[in-house]
């Protein structure tokens, strides 16, 4: 992704400005790989062919309105089309990094809301695997409700876990079928008054299911967005083809408008990575006036670069600076009293120490460094009993205290026993620490 690109949506980020917009496209990356609107329309037709009608046209095949318009008429929609035909099997699989920049971005309120198009809940599976409870909403009166917990995400057009009978297959549904009908007014009041004056960021939403485009356009019409990125593969001429009206919404006049022909979940991903360095750097910062008292001169300019590691590294990096376990999710966009932290972390960088994705090596022992800022020592050791924790000899727990306390009662033991062992680092507060590491 361009840097300026990037830079900005980092700046509308930091405004609480952008809403993302999210699609099709965005599931179809691996290791999801969730099928396109034309493989979903095939499957549906064959199962439709072998088991019901075996003289359906084969036009039909790749044209999924179409076919879920016959069972609409029937009044069959939801019995035999939905829940027959439909390979709801196939909406199970892995999130992709896609999907962990968006449950991030969520739990954080980094964004400012999600929409998705998606009936699947890879981004709700994401964040509860990094042990968060985030919930989707159906239309925009639950987006409220769930917007004191988290940044909202809502899920417009249905949910393969939630009330599967009401997600949106054709376009008849939109008005005829009264709860969706219901549902989409509520969205589309939401949007009016969340949306407006925003920043949208829309990856893979230009999908072949071309209702799905006109609902998202009449929702978004009035809000006035003051720009739109879209990432998407595909160029433009199939874009403005495929969904007319979000392209002359996003070349409004007044409206600035960029096209990344990237991969969605790799651009999320990076957005994703150039917000947690820096939150790392935030944290470094915060001891540079420490460290630069005790030197009596300017720190080294590369001790304060933050790492350079994957999404994944830097996310446990931002839990250990939060000062939060393995077992919850981070969930600060900006980290909070961080000049001990700040100063232990540049301490063991003017030693030497060579950064690893769990924390630093210094002279073949391994560091992390954890936020145990206003607590006892044996306390934040307590919190973090996380099995295996062989990942490092020595953790510093930068401003905590210790006052000698025993921990909670819990054998000692190996990763692996029947009983939760204690970890066998040595928990230092940052006193002891710089007399054991001298540093």
Avoid at 70 to 98: C, H, Q, T, Y
Avoid at 177 to 199: F, G, N, P, Q, Y
Avoid at 299 to 327: K, N, Q
Avoid at 373 to 384: A, C, E, I, K
Wanted: charged fraction near 25%; aromatic fraction near 6%.
């Amino acid at each position: 992704m361009d840097a300026a690109v990037r830079a900005r949506l980092l700046a509308s980020m930091e405004a609480g400005r952008l809403v993302l917009l999210c699609g099709a496209g965005l599931s179809m990356a691996p290791p999801s790989s969730l099928p396109s609107a034309w493989t979903v329309a095939a499957r549906c037709y064959d199962r439709y062919v072998m088991s019901i009608d075996p003289a359906c046209p084969q036009e039909l095949r790749g044209d999924l309105e179409s076919l879920a318009e016959i069972f609409a008429k029937e009044d069959m929609l939801g019995s035999v089309f939905i829940d027959a035909l439909v390979p709801w099997e196939d909406f199970v699989r892995p999130p992709n990094v896609g999907h962990a920049a968006v449950a991030d971005f969520l739990i954080t309120r980094l964004a400012a809301g999600v929409v998705s198009a998606n009936y699947d809940t890879l981004i709700e599976r994401r964040a509860q695997e990094y042990g968060f409870d985030l919930l989707a909403s159906l239309d925009g009166d639950e987006a409220k409700v769930q917007a004191r917990k988290h940044a909202p995400l809502l899920k417009f057009h249905g949910c393969s876990v939630r009330e599967r009978r009401a997600t949106v297959w054709t376009a008849s549904q939109l008005t005829e079928d009264r709860v969706i009908a219901a549902r989409i007014e509520k969205t589309k009041t939401w949007m009016a008054h969340h949306l407006r004056e925003s920043d949208l960021l829309v990856v893979g939403f230009w999908s072949d299911w071309s209702y799905l485009n006109t609902v998202l356009a009449e929702a978004l019409t009035g809000v006035a967005p003051l720009s739109v990125t879209l990432v998407d593969l595909a160029p433009e001429d199939v874009l403005q083809a495929k969904a007319p009206e979000l392209w002359t919404l996003a070349n409004s006049e007044n409206v600035r408008f960029t096209h990344v022909q990237r991969s969605g979940a790799e651009v999320l991903d990076e957005l994703r990575r150039a917000f947690s360095q820096a939150y790392l750097r935030k944290v470094l910062h915060a001891g540079r006036a420490a460290l630069e008292s005790e030197l009596g001169a300017e720190c080294e300019a590369g001790w304060l670069d933050p790492p350079d590691l994957g999404s994944e590294e830097l996310y446990d990096l931002r839990r250990d600076a939060e000062g939060v376990p393995a077992t919850a999710a981070a969930t600060l966009r900006n980290p909070g009293p961080s000049e001990v932290l700040g100063y232990a972390h540049l301490l063991l960088r003017r030693a030497g120490a060579s950064q690893t994705p769990v924390g630093y090596d210094l002279a073949g022992r391994r560091i992390r460094v954890v936020n145990g800022s206003g607590m006892l020592l044996q306390t934040v050791q307590d919190r973090f009993r996380e099995t295996p924790f062989e990942v490092a000899d020595i953790v510093v727990c930068a401003g905590a205290t210790d006052v000698g306390l025993p921990l909670n009662v819990v054998r000692e033991g190996r990763p692996g026993d029947i009983i939760r062992p204690s970890a066998s680092a040595a928990w230092l507060d940052l006193p002891a620490a710089r007399r054991e590491l001298e540093v």
